[in-house]
């Protein structure tokens, strides 16, 4: 079965800075799906980002990008220019490329931001 | 405009009673999924389905129960013998086959008293 490990229970950096959360999977498939997913205070779950495990280039959107390392298993984020906004859990998932959609969790990462 | 809406927010229920959280989504999906969310153990999947009539267990599923009698709606039973059903749930729906993630349910609160 696949798991997944966040290793930072929290984190927290200043008002304008980069902060990178880690995450690294477990898995002997070749084909499947990476995410992170954000939820603040409202407990609403916010797709941030997701990744191809078969593309190579590392996924973007606006100040969220992603560092995506196949072989070792390890898919971070990263957040620059952090704005108060950006409070919240972040949990990274897994999705396997065969088979039922099944996201499969980390324990996730209080992000907190500080002004 | 579309989205998974859950009811209630809040539940409180007695120990020993069932008690049903209602999901329902307009979003056509085909697959719909319930996760109980704990501190510190991120999200756990109790029950799926990725189609009507039929649906499968998940990683937690004892002392629960589910339906899916129409393509919208998705029921998940607690009933009495989940031994600590004090959790947040969530509902999340997906378009099968396509791998962009789910669209999820603002959550229902259960707490038992």
């Known amino acids: 079965a696949q798991t997944v490990t966040q290793s930072q229970p929290e984190m927290s950096v200043q008002e304008a800075e980069t902060v990178t959360l880690s995450c690294t999977y477990d898995?002997?498939?070749?084909?499947?799906?990476l995410f992170w997913y954000k939820q603040p205070p409202s407990r609403q779950m916010i797709l941030v980002i997701r990744?191809?495990?078969?593309?190579?280039q590392n996924a973007t959107e606006n100040r969220f990008s992603v560092n995506f390392q196949k072989a070792a298993k390890s898919f971070s984020l990263k957040i620059s220019d952090s704005q108060l906004g950006d409070a919240a859990m972040y949990f990274c998932?897994?999705?396997?490329?065969?088979?039922?959609?099944?996201?499969?969790f980390g324990q996730g990462t209080r992000l907190t931001i500080n002004p | 405009d579309g989205g998974i809406t859950q009811s209630p927010k809040y539940l409180f229920r007695k120990e020993g009673q069932n008690v049903t959280l209602s999901c329902e989504q307009n979003?056509?999906?085909?697959?719909m999924y319930w996760y109980r969310q704990d501190p510190g153990q991120g999200l756990r999947l109790i029950y799926y389905s990725q189609i009507v009539n039929d649906f499968q267990k998940g990683d937690i599923a004892e002392g629960y129960s589910v339906s899916r009698e129409k393509k919208e709606s998705f029921p998940l039973t607690v009933t009495s013998a989940q031994k600590n059903p004090t959790a947040f749930y969530l509902c999340a729906s997906s378009t099968d086959g396509t791998n962009y993630g789910y669209t999820f349910g603002s959550g229902t609160r259960l707490t038992v008293v």
């Open positions: 979003l056509n999906h085909d697959a």
């Open positions: 990744q191809e495990a078969y593309k190579q």
């Open positions: 898995t002997s498939e070749s084909d499947y799906y």
């Open positions: 998932a897994y999705m396997s490329g065969w088979g039922a959609q099944k996201l499969v």
